[in-house]
């Protein structure tokens, strides 16, 4: 009888902090979500449901000669997918290198890619930063793409080889017998079987460059070429500018294709991040 009551207060009690830890996930959310459809301007309000909804903030968003807020969307979403497609395939062959291949500076190679991984990007910034000024790549999208790009093999090499490592190698060599090369393993073999990683790299690399404030406010200088993020900044950056929600309104718009690309790809995404860990 001791044991049984043991169990259920350990259950309840893991159910009690699930349940917590979910309200303090969710509510923020919900509030934010809530302000987007209330008149007004002021995020305070006495009810958390409002009294009376409006899609004012969000056409404003689109119409007032004020902000460019598609403008920035579609600047965040072409460098988002640019980075995300250049950066996927520099961690694929990468990854696949160090896995299928053996030769003299691999272990090197391996222990820079982790030891240049373990340090955070902003650290590089100032470095970056002249070397775009340098090459008059200053305030355009080509240089975020490159810098978000470049960057992608740091972080993903380690959990992308982890999962090629899974693949048995006797499919590489009935590959080979058949008169495969090693391009046409990779394409043919190895591509199709990493479908699970390719999701988990892309969506990592798609929403990085889609939330980030700090080197996109370094680089890009001129309204018409900032990203979601900056021009979201600039909302509420003066004293003057107390429009929390029409940012909360865009803030809504913010999270849709992330929140749409986890839904979809969820499954995917868990069986290429744990195979990514199963083996190093």
Known sequence: MSRKIANYIRLSGSYIILIALSIAALYPALWILFASFRPGKSLYSKSFIPEQFTFDHYRELFTSPSYMFGTWYANTLKIAIFSMLIG???????????????????????????????????????????LLKEFNLLDTH?????????????????????????????????????????FGIFMRVILPLSRPMITYMALTQFVGPWVDFIFARLILRTKENWTVAVGMWDMVNTNQNTNFTLFSAGAVLISIPIMILFVFLQRLLVDGLTAGASKG
């Open 88 to 130: 996927v395939v520099l961690t694929l062959l990468t990854s696949y290198a160090v896995s299928r291949f053996r030769f003299k500076a691999r272990k090197t190679a391996l222990s820079t890619v982790l030891i240049l991984g373990m340090f955070p990007g902003f650290m590089s910034m100032i470095a970056i930063y002249m």
């Open 142 to 182: 080509i240089a975020l793409i490159i810098v978000y790009a470049a960057g992608a093999p740091l972080g993903g090499t380690f959990i992308a080889k982890g999962f090629l490592d899974t693949i048995p190698r006797s499919l590489d060599e009935a590959a080979r017998i058949d008169g495969a090369s090693n």
